[in-house]
């Protein structure tokens, strides 16, 4: 099959918004195995943070994760945060990912996420049994990477700075949400 993005294409902004956007049971339409190889790190992370982008321009948490297959590059599941949105307080990036990846070994697999996740966030990524994080934005917050890495859980630091940007923005314009997404409704009131 013809896909849209073959292993001649480039890793452009206008690509990764559509890896971004388009649901993950039909990347295989728009790009094939020799462009998925040739994905970087760097390019999964903005995949994440475009994630991010989304659920902020949706009114909510500005968090995106992408998940993929160590061997091959392909991305098994991504989302982003839908707290606001579907009015679920663990719809997480990170949740949502791997909600989207489904029943699979993620032993095998690694998880970028545009934020570092929050500590229900890394206590499932460790009982999942995920071999490796990436991690976009330790600027804004951190904390959880010694709790991942303590579990065998392998922790790199690519921050990206647009993703930075944003979660410093919504910090600064929705301060009562970010607390609400990191500590419940609860801590909202106090």
Known sequence: MQTLLDNHSE?????LVAIAHMPTASLSVLMDEGFTRRLTDA???????????KSF????????????DNATRRILGKGHNTLVQENHPYHHGETSAIRDAGRIDFSRTTLFTSLSPCEICATLVSM???SRVVVGDV???????????????RVDILEDAQGIELYAR???ERPELDIEDWKGGGAVRC
Not at 43 to 51: E, N
Not at 57 to 68: H, K, L, N, Q
């Open 57 to 68: 321009d949706e009114g909510g948490c500005p968090i995106g994760a992408v998940i993929i």
């Open 11 to 15: 890793a452009t902004q206008a690509a």
């Open 139 to 153: 600027t804004n917050a951190s904390g959880t990477e010694p709790l991942l890495q303590s579990r065998g859980v």
């Open 43 to 53: 390019d999964f992370m903005r995949i994440a943070v475009l994630l991010a982008q």
């Open 170 to 172: 919504f910090r600064a």
């Open 128 to 130: 999942r049994g995920f």
